[in-house]
Antibody, heavy 119, light 106 residues
Framework: QVQLKESGPGLVQPSQTLSLTCTVS????????VHWVRQPPGKGLEWMGR???????SYNSALKSRLSISRDTSKNQVFLKMNSLQTDDTGTYYC?????????????WGQGVMVTVSS | DTVLTQSPALAVSPGERVSISCRAS??????MHWYQQKPGQQPKLLIY???NLASGVPARFSGSGSGTDFTLTIDPVEADDTATYFC?????????FGAGTKLELK
């Protein structure tokens, strides 16, 4: 069955770099797009960026200067790196899968990983 | 960026029909999708491309609209539908979400 699972540190110091891993199973990264979405506590959802099935990436312009998404298809993993973290980057980070037709709707989500930015 | 505007909250009684609206600041064709999120859980896809029911979602949920105005309808509402509902567009980059509508049952 399709699964996505995020992993990474729960606490990051201000100005440091966040590194998260999304490990997927039940589908191929060379057939589906994988996206990162985040959610501050008690607030709404923000699309961060995507790793396309062909290896191309796209980023939210609001985060583009700080964000990098990469992958290792042999390990079924997608990676997120974001630098210069501030307290308003605190929240739950999700990786999600785009549907088969790649129309930008998210049919499977990971459970999310809570990241707190604090000294 | 495309701003999606949703009503913040609604309260309905079980068995009633409820419509949750989402208005886009610019046209998104039919590329509007709806999610349900319960506390402590990840969002769950309900409706994709305005009116298509996602796999495993009860037929009590339906979606309509095109262009800038979209509606998610639940009929009849059940107690388990207590949640926050988000719309999301994927026609314009960056993809954006509405702020969410919190549905409470009376």
């Amino acid at each position: 069955q399709v699964q996505l699972k995020e992993s990474g540190p729960g606490l990051v110091q201000p100005s440091q770099t966040l590194s998260l891993t999304c490990t997927v199973s039940g589908f191929s990264l060379t057939s589906y797009n994988v996206h990162w979405v985040r959610q501050p506590p008690g607030k709404g959802l923000e699309w961060m960026g995507r790793m396309r099935y062909n290896g191309d990436t796209s980023y939210n312009s609001a985060l583009k200067s700080r964000l990098s998404i990469s992958r290792d298809t042999s390990k079924n993993q997608v990676f997120l790196k974001m630098n210069s973290l501030q307290t308003d980057d605190t929240g739950t980070y999700y990786c999600t899968r785009d549907g088969l037709l790649r129309r930008g709707y998210f049919d499977y989500w990971g459970q999310g990983v809570m990241v707190t930015v604090s000294s | 960026d495309t701003v999606l505007t949703q009503s913040p909250a609604l309260a309905v009684s079980p068995g009633e029909r409820v419509s949750i609206s989402c208005r886009a600041s610019e046209g998104v064709n039919s590329y509007m999708h709806w999610y349900q999120q319960k506390p402590g859980q990840q969002p769950k896809l309900l409706i994709y491309k305005a009116s298509n029911l996602a796999s495993g979602v009860p037929a009590r949920f339906s979606g309509s609209g095109s262009g800038t105005d979209f509606t998610l309808t639940i009929d009849p509402v059940e107690a388990d539908d207590t949640a926050t509902y988000f719309c999301q567009q994927s026609w314009n980059d960056p993809y954006t979400f509405g702020a969410g509508t919190k549905l409470e049952l009376k």
